[in-house]
């Protein structure tokens, strides 16, 4: 695991997409793994330039996404359907994008329709990963055991809790979800894990001493072959 201190979430931002620059670049038809939440999205916003600038060309990508709430309807704000739409997906030109659908009738059919599509798609070459503050990876959370492949989960208390301002009162917040598996995850090629923000430095701390806790999802990637992890240096503070 490579750790890559920078001054600023727009500076980790802007060199995490000089990545997918090069990346598109040596492999034009990659497939991309991508994550939702507040920490990609200055990301997103760095790749929406580059693609306006012409620096960047998705039209040969394809792209997986890593969850969706269940049950939740595509077109509803905070689903993360909408949330890629809004951030990426109707900015640039990916050949395709997938994400798993929170309106599935059968959401473990589902789980297994979509672990088909990434296998027929040949794996996620580069994947994108944020860490929650319990340490999740996806909605993969703190647990004895975990799923290899894509799971219907129940979220945790502390991720109901963290999300419950995306949800007006009047609303039924969903606490289950899609989400790929850490063996989905470990397939991956390359990985790349952004951590930004004060309020995730202790998270950053537990994540670099090296041990492997299994209260904390994020710790399998310490035994993947290829994971670089970008903090800005408020994340890093306690490392």
Same mark, same amino acid.
């Given at each position: 695991?490579?750790?890559?201190?920078?001054?600023?979430?727009?500076?980790?931002?802007?060199?995490?997409?000089?990545?997918?620059?090069?990346?598109?670049?040596?492999?034009?038809?990659?497939?991309?793994?991508?994550?939702?939440?507040?920490?990609?999205?200055?990301?997103?916003?760095?790749?929406?330039?580059?693609?306006?600038?012409?620096?960047?060309?998705?039209?040969?990508?394809?792209?997986?996404?890593?969850?969706?709430?269940?049950?939740?309807?595509?077109?509803?704000?905070?689903?993360?359907?909408?949330?890629?739409?809004?951030?990426?997906?109707?900015?640039?030109? %990916?050949? *395709?994008?997938? &994400?798993?659908?929170?309106?599935?009738?059968?959401? !473990? =059919?589902?789980?297994?329709?979509?672990?088909? $599509?990434?296998?027929?798609?040949?794996?996620?070459?580069?994947?994108?990963?944020?860490?929650?503050?319990?340490?999740?990876?996806?909605?993969?959370?703190?647990?004895?055991?975990?799923?290899?492949?894509?799971?219907?989960?129940?979220?945790?208390?502390?991720?109901?809790?963290?999300?419950?301002?995306?949800?007006?009162?009047?609303?039924?917040?969903?606490?289950?979800?899609?989400?790929?598996?850490?063996?989905?995850? %470990?397939? *991956?090629?390359? &990985?790349?894990?952004?951590?930004?923000?004060?309020? !995730? =430095?202790?998270?950053?701390?537990?994540?670099? $001493?090296?041990?492997?806790?299994?209260?904390?999802?994020?710790?399998?990637?310490?035994?993947?072959?290829?994971?670089?992890?970008?903090?800005?240096?408020?994340?890093?503070?306690?490392?």
């Amino acid at each position: 695991m490579v750790k890559i201190v920078l001054d600023t979430a727009q500076d980790v931002a802007a060199q995490v997409a000089k990545i997918y620059v090069k990346q598109l670049k040596d492999k034009p038809d990659s497939v991309l793994g991508l994550a939702t939440g507040s920490t990609p999205v200055a990301l997103y916003g760095q790749l929406v330039k580059k693609y306006q600038a012409g620096e960047i060309d998705f039209s040969k990508a394809r792209s997986f996404n890593l969850d969706e709430y269940y049950p939740m309807k595509a077109d509803h704000p905070q689903s993360y359907h909408y949330f890629m739409k809004e951030h990426l997906f109707d900015k640039v030109n %990916f050949a *395709s994008s997938s &994400i798993p659908s929170g309106e599935a009738k059968d959401p !473990k =059919a589902e789980c297994k329709r979509y672990d088909k $599509e990434i296998e027929d798609a040949g794996g996620i070459d580069v994947m994108l990963l944020g860490i929650g503050h319990n340490g999740h990876v996806g909605f993969n959370e703190p647990a004895v055991t975990y799923s290899m492949g894509t799971g219907f989960v129940d979220l945790s208390d502390s991720s109901i809790s963290a999300n419950k301002r995306y949800f007006s009162a009047d609303e039924v917040q969903p606490t289950k979800a899609i989400t790929m598996g850490i063996g989905d995850i %470990f397939r *991956s090629r390359k &990985i790349i894990l952004i951590i930004t923000g004060e309020n !995730k =430095a202790k998270i950053a701390k537990k994540l670099f $001493e090296n041990q492997i806790h299994t209260d904390v999802p994020a710790c399998f990637l310490l035994l993947h072959p290829d994971v670089t992890v970008y903090l800005d240096k408020d994340a890093a503070s306690l490392i």
